[in-house]
């Protein structure tokens, strides 16, 4: 069974770009979570889906970022325009229906550099 | 509220010795927890987790974890380090609609 793919794996854009990150979770999965992970800490959660609703976006910069999950499958994440604070990995990762007990399932990350 | 603490940012073993790295945690549910490794340009994966079935966790390649309720605490432990186990844990808390992560503890193995 295929894991969580993330397109692209690098990205090197100019500040002020747009860009744009793709994640499909696993197949029967409800919930898609997007996070950061800044070099040397944890992830931090951007957005989360339960199929394609989202549930929490408290932690998403509105005025920049914005995401979509169209059918409740796949998913992306988009930054516009870029900064260079932006630079760090972009996780995606599944799971069962939202529960306490399901966990995650993580793609390889899409790592990000504003220059 | 919803808190986790790694007690320890990096943590250095010698190949074959026992390896503890620890987490605390706080909730206002009764939460689920997880530990994750994360290896050089690879994703997170699951090591174990703690679901209220029983407080000693064991989990992939030798790690185990124990639940202790009135500690708070949730320490991941394995007998006898390896080398391929240098990476970074992450502890994870989970409650109501909301999970958490630590900031990580990256193991070194020294051969």
């Known amino acids: 069974e295929a894991g969580v793919v993330q397109s692209p794996r690098y990205k090197i854009i100019e500040k002020k770009q747009p860009v744009a990150f793709w994640c499909n979770p696993i197949s029967g999965h409800n919930t898609l979570y997007w996070y950061l992970q800044n070099l040397g800490q944890g992830p931090e959660l951007l957005i989360r889906y339960e199929n394609e609703e989202a549930v929490d976006d408290s932690q998403l910069p509105k005025d920049r970022f914005s995401a979509e999950r169209l059918k409740g499958v796949d998913s992306t994440l988009k930054i516009q325009p870029a900064e260079l604070g932006d630079s760090a990995v972009y996780l995606c990762?599944?799971?069962?229906?939202?529960?306490?007990?399901?966990?995650?399932?993580f793609g390889p990350g899409t790592r990000l550099t504003v220059l | 509220a919803q808190s986790v603490t790694q007690l320890d940012s990096h943590v250095s073993v010698s190949e074959g010795t026992p390896v503890l790295l620890r987490c605390n945690y706080s909730?206002?549910?009764?939460?689920?927890l997880f530990w994750y490794v994360q290896h050089p340009n690879k994703g997170l994966q699951l090591l174990l987790k703690?679901?209220?079935?029983?407080?000693l966790v064991k989990g992939i390649n030798g790690f185990e974890a124990e639940f202790k309720k009135s500690e708070t605490s949730f320490h991941l432990t394995k007998p006898s380090a390896h080398m391929s186990d240098a990476a970074e844990y992450f502890c994870v808390v989970k409650g109501y609609q909301k999970v958490t992560f630590g900031t990580g503890t990256k193991l070194q193995v020294i051969p």
């Open positions: 909730s206002s549910y009764s939460p689920s």
């Open positions: 990762a599944s799971s069962l229906q939202q529960g306490n007990y399901n966990e995650q399932f």
């Open positions: 703690y679901t209220s079935a029983a407080t």
